[in-house]
């Protein structure tokens, strides 16, 4: 599938996989000061925006659904307590290892495709690396594949300010 711009599932799922690579990369240098920095996600340190990227991998979809039922369908709040269920059983040095391995992995939320995992390792890498000085330019034809999967106009607009461009 293409979308307008030319840009193939495949090439979403492609760029999906070197961005979750670098990551990995980065994360393994942190000191133990760094993974306790907030982060740029309201009530996250470093280290727990991490561990929110793995939830995709670590959690099953009706343990997913349970927890969106618990918070009476707050996504936010139910990602909360599925990171903390993930942080409490996967070591540090976990979640590089994780990261890799699941580099590849064409999950995706029900109804949604690639851009959205897509656009969470890129948001969410920012997220960590903005608030401790890295520097790692991101390409804009990555930010434009970042942004324009996102439908909603406000949250495209935090996007956009979290990665450094809003």
Partial sequence: MTDPTGTTTTDVWAAT??????????????????????????????????????????????????????????????????????KSRVSRDDISRILRENADNEWTPPGAGPEIPFSDVVVHSQDIRQVLGMKCPIPQATIN????????????ADYARRIGRG
Wanted: hydrophobic share 40%; aromatic share 6%.
């Fill in 17 to 86: 996989a070197v961005e979750r690579r670098r990551l990995a990369d980065e994360l393994d240098t942190l000191t133990d000061e760094q993974w306790r920095t907030r982060s740029q996600c309201e009530r996250w340190t470093v280290h727990d925006v991490a561990v929110h990227l793995l939830v995709p991998f670590e959690v099953s979809l009706p343990r997913f659904g349970l927890a969106m039922l618990r918070r009476r369908g707050n996504f936010d709040e139910a990602m909360i307590d599925l990171t903390e269920r993930v």
């Fill in 145 to 156: 594949l970042a942004l324009n999967g996102i439908e909603d106009d406000a949250q495209r």
